[in-house]
């Protein structure tokens, strides 16, 4: 490395280290002879100095490995090393949803061009994650270099939790902590270098804001970035984007059938009624397939007529830790107050009543319940009807007492309701 460094002129390490996204200190110490350089840091020092990472790439693992680089044909013979141990393969990616169903057009999509970073968006419950994973593991079959997965959900918004992701990237890339850069825009450089020459495919969960992820974007050809979010991240430049509604009926019956009990499972009426009262949602069907298949005995004739009021049915949608209503919780509080006081009003409306566009003075709340999933398409443009959990979820806050404060803005969304009552008469 030395011999490389002299042949390029002797540039010095302070000039190494900004074409590198090392410092000087550990570039120096790659050279110094004492110890095994990492691999990430020998084919920067090669790449500072313009020689050919792919010969120095093998010259390393050569080494690394024990053998004879003459005897393997390199040409040049490396100073005497100590081998240095690699780290392990990272293979980050949780467990796989055993019992996937459907999602093919969407799968197709996702297949279509896996180099271009993809975020997949759509709003709480609607089976996200779980398409990114089932996804994921099908390309981690070619992903030789193994898989790379974070949670944003506890992590701080923007570039703090950025620079958290970063820097554990890195170290399970193999990048040891005192080799780490020191700014965010040179670890990103660095991540990317790595990614852009590997086989990865990195899971992204619960990303918030633009921030959190755009210093891991990456273009490659040869590693897939899976971004999971409940919104489309427009901020993002140059990334396709998939928004997931709630499955059709039928897709959303196999999801029941996949996971209850055989009886349960041949009695296709039975298994219909479950899949309105849970409104197709993903989430739902599959807390309800657990609680049918952890009590086989209970008749589902007497679930079924336990769960007519609304507070009885979110109840009952909930296992261990995974609850609807806390999901409906989450979506509410991050509404606002003219949005909320929107999807009061449409709560107590008949079910068949749609939400027209253009039926009220500001459309915005009408989008924001929309992009939330608190309103689904009614199957014409600019026609929306309310959640059906979304409906018990509201009626159940108001049986319970709960408190709607009212704003200026949510008084004009209220006054225009007769407005609202005749558009969608003459509709």
């Not at 020689?51 to 024990?66: M, N, P």
């Not at 990616?93 to 799968?107: I, K, Q, S, Y």
């Not at 700014?183 to 990303?207: C, F, H, K, P, W």
């Not at 899949?275 to 009590?295: H, N, T, Y």
Request: proline share 7%; with cysteine.
């Amino acid at each position: 490395m030395r011999r490389l460094r002299a042949r390029a002129g002797n540039p010095t390490y302070r000039d190494m280290g900004r074409a590198a996204l090392y410092s000087s200190s550990v570039l120096s110490s790659a050279a110094s002879g004492h110890r095994m350089p990492t691999l990430q840091v020998t084919l920067a020092f090669v790449a500072a100095c313009g020689g050919d990472r792919e010969q120095w790439r093998r010259r390393w693992l050569e080494v690394s490995s024990g053998l004879d680089p003459e005897a393997a044909g390199t040409s040049v013979r490396p100073e005497p090393v100590t081998a240095w141990s690699c780290v392990p393969r990272p293979a980050q990616l949780p467990m796989r949803p055993r019992r996937f169903v459907g999602r093919a057009d969407e799968l197709r999509l996702l297949a279509a061009d896996p180099a271009t970073p993809v975020v997949i968006s759509g709003p709480a419950g609607v089976g996200k994650t779980e398409l990114a994973l089932h996804h994921a593991h099908r390309l981690a079959v070619d992903a030789v270099d193994g898989g790379l997965y974070i949670d944003f959900g506890p992590l701080e918004p923007g570039e703090r939790g950025a620079r958290t992701v970063l820097e554990g990237f890195l170290r399970a890339l193999g990048v040891p902590v005192e080799n780490l850069p020191d700014t965010v825009d040179q670890q990103a450089g660095l991540y990317r270098s790595l990614i852009a020459e590997r086989r990865l495919v990195v899971l992204l969960d619960n990303v918030r804001d633009e921030r959190q992820v755009r210093p891991l974007l990456v273009e490659s050809p040869h590693s897939t970035t899976i971004i999971v979010g409940r919104s489309a991240l427009l901020g993002l430049r140059g990334v396709r984007r998939l928004r997931l509604a709630v499955p059709p009926r039928g897709e959303a019956i196999a999801m029941l059938a996949g996971g209850v009990p055989d009886p349960v499972a041949a009695e296709p009426e039975v298994c219909d009624r479950l899949a309105r009262l849970c409104g197709d949602l993903p989430l739902a069907l599959d807390i309800a397939a657990r609680k049918l298949a952890a009590r086989p005995d209970v008749p589902v004739s007497l679930v079924l007529a336990r769960l007519t009021e609304p507070g009885a049915l979110l109840d009952w949608l909930r296992v261990g830790d995974l609850s609807v209503r806390d999901s409906y919780q989450s979506t509410y509080l991050g509404l606002g107050e003219a949005a909320k006081a929107l999807l009061h009003q449409v709560a107590h409306q008949p079910a068949a009543e749609p939400v027209l566009l253009g039926a009220f003075i500001d459309d915005e709340p009408v989008y924001e319940l929309a992009d939330a999933g608190m309103l689904r398409g009614a199957g014409r443009p600019g026609a929306y009807r309310l959640d059906p959990l979304a409906r018990a979820f509201v009626l159940d806050l108001r049986a319970t007492g709960h408190a709607v404060r009212r704003s200026t803005r949510q008084e004009l969304i209220v006054t225009a309701g007769r407005h609202y009552r005749s558009t969608v008469q003459s509709a």
